[in-house]
């Protein structure tokens, strides 16, 4: 999130400006909230926001989300034999992301050639 940058909307949105997605807090829905609930403490979320049903992303975040992937195919695609020194749910997770952000990156970038921006 951009460093200070919150900007409140209403008593019930609260837009949290992000490098991959910007954030319309919404406590009942917020899967951040639920997940430090239920562990009593916050806990890092790496890419939590990616399955939230607050974050919206458009074109602005696309080059943050390709270098994300990129950084992600890189470490996949180092030559074999350091690739199975590395853990084997490592690879399924970089694997796994790599998918994902794959997705989002389609998803914005279909509907940004038909509407100019996607908010997913």
Do not use: W
């Amino acid at each position: 999130m951009a460093s200070g940058t919150v900007k409140r909307f209403n008593s019930a949105k609260t837009l949290h400006p992000g490098v991959l997605n910007d954030c319309f807090y919404q406590a009942a829905t917020a899967v951040c909230r639920k997940r430090a609930k239920a562990l009593g403490r916050p806990v890092p979320l790496h890419n939590m926001c990616l399955h939230c049903p607050n974050a919206r992303r458009s074109a602005v975040h696309l080059p943050r989300l390709t270098t994300a992937r990129d950084q992600a195919l890189s470490v996949l695609d180092l030559p074999k034999k350091e690739r199975e020194a590395m853990p084997r749910l490592q690879v399924i997770a970089l694997t796994d992301y790599t998918t994902e952000l794959d997705e989002l990156i389609q998803s914005i970038t279909t509907d940004g050639s038909k509407e100019g921006t996607r908010t997913a």
